[in-house]
């Protein structure tokens, strides 16, 4: 009788497995196929301080290339959501390679579409190329944010783009940021980590706009995001649309992949529209 018990519980163990390495390779393959294909993710922000004339205007966020080239698609899906700027939140390289171009080929390709406004992540912030890289970025056109913030303006009105520096340079956020930040004007912080939120809110940022998770890069059906850097298992700020005190973060699980496989995080472009109430 034990014998066909202990049987038994064999086979049931072993259909069990089995269940579970098809259902690892389903999602494999299913991630295989949605790598390729860039997702257009929108929100909409609305804020007491966003002037009348940046009532619909919009915004395309890319990040977390890692040096991966999608060809035309980029471009092509980029210019499709007719953005007014186009900003770049980092890790368009990666660390462990000098392999740059087709980050600056594709960047390149954005620049005919909209103003290109790009602050580094932490693989710029370890890599040997990022001197040249930013350099060559700026050849392209391209605005780079090093600590620092331009004015963007519309019809007289205006509201603040601020990049922040990652923490791989050596700079702390609530020093570096809250001599940028005016405010009396609605200000959008570029910001690479989004587990610096809150200290960027404590700032005066009104929008924050952050990548580096890749939705977590590996998520699993009812359960999400498994871990994040710096956020560790199961992160708050993962992929999505994020409230407190008033200010908006935004985070984009991005387009590349930097060591594993994107599992059920596809690769996604942002679009952020702005809603003013003085309209």
């Not at 570096?176 to 980590?193: F, K, N, R």
């Not at 200290?199 to 995001?225: E, F, K, M, N, Y």
């Amino acid at each position: 009788m034990k014998f066909f018990q202990k049987h038994r519980a064999l086979a049931v163990l072993s259909v069990l497995l089995a269940v579970l390495l098809a259902a690892v390779l389903i999602l494999v393959l299913i991630s295989v196929k949605q790598n390729e294909t860039i997702l257009v993710t929108d929100y909409t922000v609305s804020h007491e301080q966003i002037p009348a004339s940046f009532e619909g205007k919009r915004i395309v966020q890319v990040t977390d290339l890692h040096n991966k080239d999608f060809g035309d698609q980029l471009p092509t899906k980029v210019a499709a959501q007719h953005p007014d700027v186009i900003v770049i939140t980092g890790d368009m390289i990666s660390r462990n390679s000098e392999e740059m171009q087709a980050a600056v080929r594709q960047i390149r390709a954005l620049t005919p579409i909209a103003p290109v406004f790009y602050i580094a992540g932490n693989h710029e912030g370890r890599s040997p190329v990022y001197a040249a890289f930013s350099d060559a970025l700026q050849e392209c056109g391209v605005t780079v944010l090093e600590n620092r913030g331009v004015t963007w303006e519309v019809n007289g009105e205006q509201v603040q783009l601020i990049g922040a520096f990652p923490p791989e340079f050596g700079t702390y956020l609530s020093r570096d940021l809250t001599p940028l930040i005016d405010e009396s004007q609605y200000a959008i912080v570029l910001l690479h980590h989004p587990d610096q939120f809150p200290t960027a809110v404590d700032c005066g940022a009104d929008l924050v706009l952050s990548g580096h998770t890749h939705g977590g890069q590996i998520r699993l059906p009812l359960i999400g995001a498994l871990y994040a850097p710096e956020q560790g298992l199961f992160p708050t700020y993962d992929v999505g649309q994020f409230e407190k005190d008033g200010a908006t973060l935004i985070v984009s699980q991005g387009l590349g992949e930097a060591a594993l496989m994107r599992i059920l995080t596809p690769p996604e472009i942002v679009v952020v529209t702005l809603d003013s109430p003085h309209v």
